[in-house]
């Protein structure tokens, strides 16, 4: 223990790793005695987790978080499992791609090892496993203090959130009175440009959903291209208007400004959580226009008679390369998850991971035959501002148009309700019968994830 008083930065790096000891954090402990190893993941904020690997030997670590702490507080909490519940890390007959890599690339360190005298630099495991004790005798005053700073900058913040609002109601009437066929054609550069405004004034999440709108656009047929600005922009203007009524919601500030850490979600009493078996629907992996890269990965509640989606969603630097996902598609898995407080909740978090179920078909969805999109309408009616909405369709079939465009069809009506589908589609899918089909629906387009036939389950993302 003395030599992670030792190697920790400071004594916050000890507080903060002391909360993630919990075996529940971490999916993943494994050692090579041999190679004097001990690595593991720590699940994070997203659906990906922390890699973490340490040298017990020569005290050589790595951990794919993005902190400027070196070490972080997941590679000190590696270290702090290793010593008080070493029998948490099973043996493994071979080590990981990931930790070889590493292996392969660091180079010993030929000085010795980090002195392990107590108390170095002031940092103490006893002061990190009783912050709370310190924190019940703390001076109310200070405590003043600090709630006064912090109500001041969320202040400050929400003039600032308002101000930058305001000039997105003056662009948006700019874009409509100018024509929107001149908005189309030069979307990049004049979302670009608000987007960057609203980054100065602290809505940071409308100004990244923003910098994608000439995407989504660019995306569709030229024709359609006039109905989708239009119901973009309106998304915003309600989405605006709703922050203006309850700037404190979480769900608005989340979508308008900053979203809460993984510790707030987990505490918080309006967060849902939901015990169940799940399956990986599928993932979508974007690049951004701010330099960051969207992972989603939709789930499926198993256990559910209605369809159930729950969203996995993480973002990392497109610097970083491809990262490797903590799921597959078609994985089943038992596990808690912990919703972000919404009007339909959907984005969550693992909160604990139990073990895999083995495959088979999907639960008898009740279907509205009539109506496939009804669970759609009903998030709009009281979130209209939702972008991208997950459904379950009934049973039906892929078809090409004359334009050879992919279409989805509802079964036992030719003539009846159909779908236009995003991007291109396998020719060994068309007319293929379709128990359910697991979509996004964005308002003009079906992005599918996956279906279930008589051949069984089809992966479709």
């Excluded at 499992?81 to 010993?108: C, H, M, Q, Y």
């Excluded at 009783?130 to 913040?157: F, P």
């Excluded at 922009?233 to 700037?247: D, F, I, M």
């Excluded at 330099?291 to 559910?304: A, E, I, P, Q, Y």
Aim: net charge negative; with cysteine.
């Amino acid at each position: 223990m003395k030599t992670i008083e030792a190697l920790a930065p400071d004594q916050a790096s000890l507080s903060a790793a002391s909360k993630l000891t919990k075996q529940s954090n971490w999916p993943r402990l494994e050692k090579n005695q041999q190679l004097a190893l001990i690595w593991g993941e720590c699940q994070g904020s997203g659906s990906n987790p922390y890699r973490v690997v340490f040298d017990t030997g020569d005290h050589g670590y790595k951990c794919t978080c993005p902190s400027r702490k070196f070490p972080c507080k997941h590679t000190l909490a590696l270290m702090w499992i290793a010593a008080t519940a070493p029998a948490s890390f099973a043996a493994a007959g071979s080590t990981p791609e990931w930790v070889n890599d590493w292996l392969g690339r660091r180079k010993k360190a030929a000085s010795p090892p980090v002195a392990t005298t107590p108390g170095a630099g002031g940092k103490s495991i006893g002061e990190a496993a009783h912050d709370d004790e310190r924190a019940d005798i703390e001076d109310a005053a200070a405590v003043e203090r600090r709630e006064a700073a912090q109500r001041k900058r969320a202040e400050d913040t929400r003039s600032s959130v308002s101000a930058g609002l305001d000039e997105l109601d003056q662009w948006i009437a700019d874009q409509l009175r100018l024509g929107l066929a001149g908005f189309v054609d030069n979307s990049s550069d004049r979302c670009r440009r608000i987007a960057a405004r609203l980054v100065d004034m602290k809505a940071t999440a409308l100004a990244g959903r923003i910098d994608e709108i000439p995407s989504r656009l660019m995306a569709l047929r030229s024709e359609e291209r006039p109905d989708a600005a239009i119901r973009e922009l309106g998304k915003l203007v309600l989405l605006a208007k709703a922050w203006r009524s309850a700037p404190d919601d979480p769900e608005l500030r989340r979508l308008v400004s900053t979203s809460e850490s993984r510790e707030q979600v987990l505490a918080s009493p309006d967060a849902t959580q939901v015990e169940s078996a799940w399956e990986v629907l599928g993932e979508k992996i974007e690049s951004r226009r701010d330099g960051l890269v969207s992972h989603s990965t939709w789930l499926l509640d198993l256990n559910s008679a209605t369809s159930q989606f729950a969203l996995l969603l993480d973002f990392f630097p497109a610097s970083a390369g491809r990262r490797s996902n903590a799921f597959t598609s078609g994985d089943r898995f038992e596990a808690r998850l912990v919703f972000y407080p919404a009007r339909h909740p959907l984005r969550a978090l693992v909160a604990d991971r139990k073990g895999d179920i083995a495959s088979g078909d999907w639960p008898d969805f009740s279907f509205s035959i009539s109506d496939p999109l009804a669970d759609h309408g009903a998030r709009q009616d009281t979130a209209p501002w939702i972008a991208d909405s997950p459904v379950m369709l009934p049973p039906g079939a892929i078809l090409l148009d004359d334009r050879g465009a992919a279409w989805w069809q509802a079964a036992g009506d030719p003539h009846g309700i159909a779908l236009p589908i995003a991007g291109t589609i396998n020719p060994t899918l068309l007319g293929l019968n379709l128990a359910a089909t697991a979509a996004l629906w964005n308002g003009g387009r079906l992005d599918l994830l996956a279906a279930q036939s008589g051949f069984g389950r089809l992966d479709l993302s």
